[in-house]
């Protein structure tokens, strides 16, 4: 068997077979203080407990978060019982025992919040921290985590709302037929400087995408949908610039067909780049939110209980500075 290939601007960081065990005896002991691992007290100690798994895997993630050398990083070699975590669910809502993933829920919270704070929509998945990616009867072609016939087009996650997430996680835990997550990183285009200098400017409409849109009640994100403000596609630093982009909820501001041209162009560019990341039982994903765009290529769900099933937390830098839509300053859900 060839060795695994990974995108270019994706880290990966494989446990040893010493590194393993020690990261089963940390798991077995927050298991037994902890009820689960959206537990508010474990959330709490979560980032101090982290600073017992292995010290290179500690410095790994660290050095993502900080040091920016890579868009990307998978950490691998974590066993996952393919028995053990019961049939891939008919729906989010509706694992047949969730008990049966906490121990992998836990290790993967614990890698999490070595980046910052997890935290969740209450338009989503119920409000719930750790969601469930799979696909749902009757979505196959929905453009959310839980199609599956036509492509997840790749985007920047919650590109809309000022307080999406730094980093996307993604932890399989299962995908007998190897389903890719895309990825592309802004480090491997080269825009042109008049075409950078538009997409610098705010003049792009980036609208909430259906998924959040199914709740209907007053929120941050049905504001921004009633009143959506033009902002730009690129910030920070001009010449290793931040992203923020949704091809399939963005256009540019009506009549102005330079950012028309501008982000034509932007799309095409990481079009040409895109590549596959194929997360396998107990590979961890982390994706820079600010640096890479991801998506999902099609595949055939067969809703029998082998499909392909990840788990997806969302990490902030900075709680702090959502503290207007949250109902205080210890919850991690935003309204």
Known sequence: MGVKKFPADVGVYELSEDERVAVDGLVDEVRAAYPSADDPEFLFRAATLAANLPSGLVGFLREFQLCERNAGVVVRGFRVDDEGIGPTP??????????????????????????????????????????????????????????????????????????????????????????????????????????????????????????????KSMNSVSDIAEHTKPSPVLFGDRDKPYFRIDPYYMDAVEGDSDASRALKTVIVALDEVLDDLILESGEIGFIDNYRAVHGRRPFVASHDGTDRWLKKVLVTRDLRKSRQIRSSSQSRVLA
């Open 90 to 215: 008919s729906h989010w809502s509706s694992q047949e025992n969730p008990e049966s993933t906490v121990r992998e829920e836990t290790f993967f919270v614990l890698c999490a919040s070595l980046l910052g704070e997890p935290f969740g929509w209450s338009t989503l998945q119920a409000g719930r921290l750790i969601h469930d990616v799979l696909p749902v009867k009757g979505e196959e072609f929905a453009q959310s985590g839980h199609g599956s016939t036509v492509n997840l087009e790749w985007h920047t996650e919650d590109g809309f709302h000022p307080y999406r997430c730094d980093y996307l996680c993604l932890m399989a835990m299962r995908n007998h037929t190897k389903v890719p997550t895309t990825f592309a990183s802004a480090a491997a285009i080269t825009l042109p400087r008049e075409v950078a200098d538009v997409l610098f400017e705010p003049r792009f409409l980036i609208r909430p995408d259906d998924e959040h849109l199914r709740v």
